[in-house]
């Protein structure tokens, strides 16, 4: 059973920084790639950055150089900084784990509201 619960969102202005935090909660956090993602209306929900057990990341061409992603695995904690924020950036964002042995990302959180103001 993994849950995962995120915390860290708000409403800011254009050019400040969040953080974003994501606890697992569960067995075996290495055996998971964490990702973020996020869901603007009207939009479908897209991949912001991932992270591996061995800390590899990648990050979308929209928010490279912005936003970082990284994890204490001592903690079962994944983080997603994100500076310089653009009102573009306003959604929920979304923690999700992806079983290394499937592949596929099926356990997710409740979602943490962004909202940038310009």
């Known amino acids: 059973q993994v849950e995962l619960a995120e915390s860290g969102g708000g409403l800011v202005q254009a050019g400040d920084s969040l953080r974003l935090s994501c606890a697992f909660l569960?067995?075996?956090?290495?055996?998971?790639?964490m990702g973020w993602f996020r869901q603007a209306p009207g939009k479908e929900r897209e991949l912001v950055a991932q992270i591996t057990s061995g800390g590899s990341t990648n990050e979308a061409d929209s928010v490279k150089g912005r936003f970082t992603v990284s994890r204490d695995n001592a903690k079962n904690v994944v983080y997603l900084q994100m500076n310089s924020l653009k009102p573009e950036d306003t959604a929920v964002y979304y923690c999700?784990?992806?079983?290394?042995?499937?592949?596929?990302?099926?356990?997710w959180g409740h979602g943490t509201q962004v909202t940038v103001s310009s």
């Open positions: 999700g784990a992806k079983d290394i042995r499937t592949s596929i990302y099926d356990h």
């Open positions: 569960g067995r075996t956090f290495s055996a998971y790639v």
